[in-house]
């Protein structure tokens, strides 16, 4: 007998044993998730969903940011797009006015330097047929000076 008292003894409080504690810890653990629950657990998925809403806050303010960059730089896009436009348009039409002045202004020198040429070649005129006056004057002179120099030495040989 001894024998069976002692596996009695071994036999309670063993792994398997259904006794009232069973039940007391299993209250104790639900009661251990209940208290974790509200004081650990609950602060902390506040935490949590707290930072998730400042976090899609943040990435929906900045959505519209990001939205407002984007329309700032395209509306800024086409104004240089414009202002260069209007910058080759103004420089075109400076390079065009400037050629034209420039080809005034040949036109307009051309057209002295075939004035004074046309001045010069009237003056040297005038000045050839005075020159050719005043020599065939003196041609007739020199001519008659010959001509009464033959008569005179004709005249004395004769």
């Known amino acids: 007998m ?8 071994l036999a309670e409080g063993g792994l398997f044993d259904f006794d009232a504690t069973l039940p007391f810890i299993a209250l104790e653990f639900l009661l251990l998730i209940i208290v974790l629950n509200l004081i650990y657990y609950q602060p902390i998925i506040q935490v949590i969903d707290s930072r998730e809403e400042y976090i899609r806050e943040n990435l929906n303010k900045a959505s519209i940011y990001l939205d407002e960059a984007n329309e700032l730089a395209k509306s800024y896009e086409l104004e240089l797009i414009a202002a260069r436009k209007e910058a080759i348009k103004m420089v075109t039409t400076s390079q065009n006015e400037a050629q034209e002045f420039v080809n005034a202004q040949i036109h307009q020198a051309q057209k002295e330097a075939q004035d004074l040429i046309h001045s010069s070649m009237m003056q040297f005129e005038k000045e050839k047929n005075k020159a050719i006056y005043s020599l065939e004057k003196q041609v007739e002179q020199i001519s008659e000076q010959i001509k009464n120099k033959l008569i005179s030495t004709y005249i004395k040989k004769g």
């Open 2 to 9: 001894l024998y069976i008292n002692s596996f009695s003894l």
